[in-house]
């Protein structure tokens, strides 16, 4: 994970790199959402020592990629299903706007 998440990430111009969720929900829909530590609270998991791991290979990055930039050519995607679903259903979408949330990122 670690080699993945440094090239994918702070190689591409991150100056950090952030998890959802540090520990599972115990009600609601995100209690069947997986997290790096998951119901039983242990810390001797696979995915709670590989990130230990990415940890430790962070604090010892040489802190100039701080702030580093990257110039990258990318292209955005108007998905018609999830613009479907924040369109007709109601709830957290109520609020948002589809088209104008992919317009600020464009822009």
């Not at 591409?12 to 609601?28: E, M, S, Y």
């Not at 997986?34 to 990055?61: C, M, N, P, W």
């Not at 701080?66 to 998905?79: C, E, P, Q, R």
């Amino acid at each position: 994970m670690a080699a993945t998440e440094l090239q994918a990430v702070v190689a591409h111009g991150a100056d950090t790199i952030q998890f959802f969720q540090l520990k599972q929900a115990v009600g609601g829909s995100e209690k069947f959402h997986s997290a790096v530590i998951a119901h039983s609270q242990r810390t001797d998991t696979r995915v709670f020592k590989e990130l230990v791991d990415l940890g430790y290979k962070l604090k010892r990055a040489d802190s100039t990629i701080l702030g580093s930039t990257i110039n990258a050519k990318v292209g955005i995607v108007f998905d018609w299903s999830n613009f479907w679903s924040y369109e007709y259903v109601d709830g957290i979408s109520q609020d948002m706007d589809y088209v104008d949330s992919i317009l600020d990122y464009y822009r």
